[in-house]
């Protein structure tokens, strides 16, 4: 994990449901706070970078969720 410069989540997430579920929580996470940053009242520049950022950081996520929902669904059932 970096702090700067790049994404604050694990970049690898155990193949499986906890994986997934992991996964997909810190999306949630991630949603909730770039909607919290784009809410804010008169963005600034720096505010809009911010969003930017977080923007970034949602649309990582999602191709992480949906590589381990492609990933689960191609497993066999046991």
């Not at 706070?33 to 520049?45: E, G, K, M, S, V």
Request: with cysteine; glycine share 8%.
């Amino acid at each position: 994990m970096t702090r700067f410069g790049g994404p604050v989540f694990p970049a690898r997430y155990p193949a499986g449901p906890a994986g997934l579920i992991s996964a997909e929580q810190e999306l949630q996470r991630l949603t909730v706070l770039r909607d919290a940053y784009a809410h804010q009242p008169n963005i600034t520049a720096i505010w809009q970078g911010y969003i930017d950022q977080k923007a970034g950081d949602v649309a990582c996520q999602q191709a992480v969720v949906a590589k381990l929902k492609d990933a689960a669904e191609a497993q066999p059932a046991a």
